[in-house]
C-alpha cells in the first residue's frame, strides 16, 4: 500500500519540480532577451505537450515491464509541468485584461474532453482489456497530443490581441451622450416650433 502511494505521488511530484524550474529557465529566457515571448511559450510547449507525446507513445510499447511504464508515465508527467509557462501563460500575453474568460474557455473545453475521453476509452477497452488495445489507446492519445504540439508551434502566437484594448461604454460616457441628444432636440424643435428653452 505505502510502495503504491509513494509510486503514484513521483509523477505529480515530478511535475511541480519540473514546471518550477521550466518557469525559471522560460523567465530567463524573456528576461535576458535570448528568446522572444512567443519563441518561449513555443518552446515551453513542445516541452509540456510535444515531449509527452513521445514519452506516451514509448509507454504504448513496454508490455507488461512495469519499470519501463513507470518510466514513460513519470517522464510525461514531469514534462507536463512546463504547462504553466506555455499556454496557461500565454493567456495573459494574449490578453492581460481578458485572461480569466480565455481561461474559463480553455478550461470548458478541457474538462468537457476530460470527462468525454474515459467514455471511449472505456467502449474501446470493454470486454477487451489487453495489451495490444492499451497500445491503441495510447497511441491515439501521444498522436492528439503531437496534433496539438505541431499546430502550436505553427499558429501559436505570445502577440497581444486588438480586442484586449476593447472598453465597455462607462456610465458617464452614456450620460454625455444621452446630453448631446437632447441637446440635439431641443434646438430641433426650437427651430420647428419657435419655442425657447431654458439652459
Known amino acids: 500500500m505505502v510502495g503504491t502511494g509513494i509510486l503514484s505521488a513521483i509523477p505529480n511530484f515530478s511535475s511541480m519540480i519540473f514546471g518550477w524550474l521550466a518557469a525559471q529557465f522560460c523567465d530567463w529566457l524573456i528576461r535576458t532577451e535570448k528568446m522572444t515571448i512567443t519563441n518561449t511559450r513555443k518552446l515551453a510547449t513542445f516541452f509540456s505537450v510535444g515531449m509527452p507525446a513521445i514519452m506516451i507513445f514509448g509507454l504504448s510499447f513496454s508490455g507488461c515491464y512495469s519499470i519501463l511504464a513507470i518510466f514513460f508515465i513519470t517522464s510525461a508527467f514531469a514534462l507536463f509541468g512546463a504547462t504553466a509557462s506555455g499556454g496557461i501563460a500565454n493567456l495573459v500575453d494574449l490578453s492581460p485584461n481578458y485572461a480569466s474568460v480565455l481561461l474559463g474557455i480553455t478550461g470548458f473545453v478541457v474538462n468537457t474532453f476530460g470527462?468525454?475521453?474515459?467514455?471511449?476509452?472505456?467502449?474501446?477497452?470493454?470486454?477487451?482489456?489487453?495489451?495490444?488495445?492499451?497500445?491503441?489507446?495510447?497511441?491515439?492519445?501521444?498522436?492528439?497530443?503531437g496534433i496539438g504540439s505541431f499546430s502550436y508551434q505553427i499558429w501559436g502566437t505570445a502577440k497581444q490581441q486588438p480586442w484586449n484594448n476593447h472598453q465597455s461604454m462607462t456610465s458617464n460616457d452614456n450620460m454625455e451622450i444621452i446630453e448631446i441628444k437632447l441637446k440635439s432636440k431641443r434646438k430641433k424643435l426650437s427651430l420647428d416650433e419657435g419655442t425657447v428653452f431654458l439652459k
Do not use: D
Open 115 to 145: 470527462f468525454i475521453s474515459p467514455l471511449f476509452v472505456g467502449l474501446m477497452i470493454n470486454n477487451n482489456q489487453t495489451i495490444k488495445q492499451w497500445q491503441l489507446v495510447f497511441i491515439i492519445t501521444s498522436i492528439i497530443m
